[in-house]
T-cell receptor
Framework: DQQVKQNSPSLSVQEGRISILNCDYT??????FLWYKKYPAEGPTFLIS?????DKNEDGRFTVFLNKSAKHLSLHIVPSQPGDSAVYFC??????????FGTGTSLTVIP | DAMVIQNPRYQVTQFGKPVTLSCSQT?????MYWYQQKSSQAPKLLFH???????NEADTPDNFQSRRPNTSFCFLDIRSPGLGDAAMYLC????????????????FGPGTRLTVL
């Protein structure tokens, strides 16, 4: 049973425009949410996170929004750059060092 | 500077032949994780160590075992690999996320791709 879902396997965006990646979850006990970025032949690398007590966290071009009532979070990248082309994973944490990942969204930023 | 190292990057084994994947870290993190990721699927947590305390996920098959002889190293043993065990195996580390902090995150190795013939 997939507790974290990324329903869009892929997304293409023009350079300079906004990229919006979405993630839904089912477990209301998740207390922390993270986004990871993955290039081919590399492991995922941490991008940005948000605590369940917040609704927004911003870091440079990256902003994560959390809507707890909808059990939905999104990652906004503005402006998108070709180097942002990668697979993005959404992850959620239960206390006790348990992490659950989505299936990933492959982002392509077109120059 | 490599922080989480996985060896080998590619591993081929035969059906039923035991195989061991290794992971080492230079971060001195007390938590180490093993994930299995099959094609187009989410990474799935198999188990994790908090220091020497082993925590197995409920649905991890008995075929998968792990050892952590010290802080730096963690091994994944697959006792009798089946065709369905072919996957990418990711090792990750973190501080104890219960300790709090602004960045409770995991650092991943590059993965070991396991092929079962």
């Amino acid at each position: 049973d997939q507790q974290v879902k990324q329903n869009s396997p892929s997304l293409s965006v023009q350079e300079g425009r906004i990229s919006i990646l979405n993630c839904d979850y089912t477990n209301s006990m998740f207390d922390y949410f993270l986004w990871y970025k993955k290039y081919p032949a590399e492991g995922p690398t941490f991008l940005i996170s948000i605590s369940s007590i917040k609704d927004k966290n911003e870091d440079g071009r990256f902003t994560v929004f959390l809507n707890k009532s909808a059990k939905h979070l999104s990652l906004h990248i503005v402006p998108s750059q070709p180097g942002d082309s990668a697979v993005y994973f959404c992850a959620a944490r239960l206390t006790g060092n348990q992490f659950y990942f989505g299936t990933g969204t492959s982002l392509t930023v077109i120059p | 500077d490599a922080m989480v190292i996985q060896n080998p990057r590619y591993q081929v084994t035969q059906f039923g032949k035991p195989v061991t994947l290794s992971c080492s870290q230079t971060l001195n993190h007390n938590v180490m994780y093993w994930y299995q990721q099959k094609s187009s699927q989410a990474p799935k947590l198999l188990f994790h160590y908090y220091d020497k305390d082993f925590n197995n996920e409920a649905d991890t098959p008995d075929n998968f075992q792990s050892r952590r002889p010290n802080t730096s190293f963690c091994f994944l043993d697959i006792r009798s690999p089946g065709l369905g065990d072919a996957a990418m195996y990711l090792c990750a580390t973190s501080r104890d996320t219960l300790a709090g902090g602004s960045r409770d995150t995991q650092y991943f190795g590059p993965g070991t791709r396991l092929t079962v013939l």
